[in-house]
């Protein structure tokens, strides 16, 4: 038996040696894989930079999963056997109001494994006032601590600091600016039925959309309850959850669990869930495209140089080359194409990648995951030997005694 | 061990048996090749020289009889048994040279090596380079092979089939793509390697001068052998 050291030895002395021999045939081909492994990378980084970007800002001001309380229906008698009955409904008004037990929720919630931030959220229609000048917000009362666990307000805000309770509030920055405010000013808030309360603004922030930099005003839970009527009370459950787009799976779950509403936030941004499902699909076919065309060049730079070296196959199949060490030399060549087109590939798609983020618009960051290029360079390797399968079964098939006559 | 490098027992060739296209290209071979035996197989162009060749150099199976290499049946190994004895007892030297172009003169004559145990060793260097020293190419061990003359190529493919030391040594056409002078000085080579490394050579050629300067001569004609003769100028 032949040691597997030296015989590899040989194979890749070999296989290194056509590749080197055919020096123009190889440059080409190894620009195709570099070619089109830039392009997987490039193309890859960006979509996946670009998702978790818009996914990230998406999810940064709003909770992953939202536990309401069962809307309100009409309730009608059950009607006795082969009776028929005409019904005129008109559905009920949902009013504002408490989940019931949502302590019990709550503590449930706060043992489960995948969540790991649940924030108990009492939140209401009312008017700002100041001065003259009136608004309708939101009003959200919170346990500041659970709350930013959730969504850090901190982080987006532009002035002061985030403190509720005392009769302090934040407010968005759109909204500071509708009623000319600033930290330290006084603020009216009207929950209706004559339920007022004047607080000082301790903090502005700019979560960076629109609709919830105007309306959203944060409140200490008790004093929101009593703003909205609801001693006691809270209105949502927030929750986060460890793998977001386990959220829709997680919502189905605490619903059985606690008979609850849950929403998650795959529900409530279901076009963009849908958008980004089409760019990765058109990702998907590109990469599958680009990656299937790298491989049938491998394929026919190597089945070209099969043929070439006909002659030179038959006279080491005579000197006593075994079948398996010719099957060998050219998947070594395939594996060794893909290896080294899709380092410097990898290598140029990264750097592309930099000077998108240096030069192009600006608009997000591009991370580099650290395993795309290794990985890619793996799944093109493996392509390669792949792609070489045929013509290196080709080459160990010939008859030593034909080949060696192949003029 | 017997004084018998190969011995042909009954030997017959049929191309595409059991087909309209069928051919049988050698009939009823018998032949013994002796230790350091040079012979000189000639015969017309289709009388099955090659073939016979091939089957003696086991690239291929004869269709009747028994190949004895070394006292060994060949008939029913398999492609790794052949392979192996190919690298272990046979040299081949092919009319076209067939050096491989991606390595130097001194990495061709060491191919046989190569392929049978990796990389080479220091010993088997120098063999290479005595071998080649023997063949006159001594400076020309590092070129590649496309930088040298036919001629010089023949000679590091006869250095090459020489690295493994093989009882047996089989050339077909060597010659038939030289000129007539360097054709001669090959050919000499031969007789040389002959006498000085004591193993046997079956040469194929139709160059009848050639043929002569062998001590010995087989001649086939449709696949049968029609004379086997010992040259007067031989001492047997």
Redesign the interface.
Known sequence: M??L??????EW??AL??L??NRMQTLLILFGITVGSAVIVFITALITGLQENVIERTLGTQAHIRILPLDEFNRLAPLPDDAVSLVLESPRAQRLRSISNWQDVVAVLDQHPRLPAVSPVVSGPALALSGVARASVALIGMDPERYERIIPVSDDLIAGAFRVGAGHAVIGSELAGDLGLDVGDKLRLDGGDGREAVVDIAGIFELGVRELDARYVYLDLKQAQTLLALPGGVTVIDTRVDEIFAADELARRIERLTGLQAESWMQTNGQLLNALTSQSMTTEMIRVFVGISVAFGIASVLAVSVVQRT??I??????????G?ILRVFLLQGGLLGLIGSGIGGAVGWGLVQIFNIFGPGLFWVPVEPALVPVAMLIATLAGVLAAAVPARRAARY???VA??YV | MSDEVLCLQGIGKTFNQGTPLESTVLRDIDLRLGRGELTALIGPSGSGKSTLLNLIGLLDVPSAGELYLQGRPTRDSDDTTRTHLRNQALGFVFQFHHLISAFSVLENVLMPLIIRSGRPSADAVELARSLLREVGLEDLADKKPTEISGGQQQRVAIARALITRPPLLLADEPTGNLDSKTAASVFELFRRINEQFGCSILVVTHDPRLAASCPRTVQLVDGRIVSDELSKSSSG
């Open positions: 032949r040691p050291l030296a015989s590899a030895w040989t002395l070999i040696r056509f080197l021999d002659r030179e038959g006279i080491l199949r005579a000197m006593g080359s075994p079948r060490q008859d030593p005694a060696i006559r």
